[in-house]
């Protein structure tokens, strides 16, 4: 399982990948709540499943109101 911490535009993100049979499958928070969780079907490839957490989380914060 891969795990990455990182801030972004003033929040706080975790992002883990988890083995699902073959794959992996992503997970993220954001400011300790905000759970989300990937929809899609797992892919073989771990660094690709945690950039796609990543890249998921920064939208959601992007689409945060302002406050």
Same mark, same amino acid.
């Given at each position: /399982?891969?795990? *990455?911490?990182?801030?972004? @535009? $003033?929040?706080?993100?975790?992002? =883990?990948?988890?083995?699902? #049979? @073959? $794959?992996?499958?992503?997970?993220?928070?954001? =400011? $300790?709540?905000?759970?989300?969780?990937?929809? =899609? !079907?797992? !892919?073989?490839?771990?660094?690709? /499943?945690? +950039?796609?957490?990543? *890249?998921?989380? @920064? +939208? +959601?914060? =992007?689409? %945060?109101? %302002? #406050?």
């Amino acid at each position: /399982m891969a795990h *990455e911490s990182l801030e972004y @535009k $003033g929040h706080h993100i975790e992002a =883990d990948t988890h083995a699902i #049979g @073959k $794959g992996f499958s992503w997970s993220y928070t954001i =400011d $300790g709540a905000n759970f989300c969780e990937s929809q =899609d !079907l797992p !892919l073989q490839s771990e660094p690709t /499943m945690l +950039r796609e957490a990543i *890249e998921s989380a @920064k +939208r +959601r914060v =992007d689409a %945060l109101p %302002l #406050g």
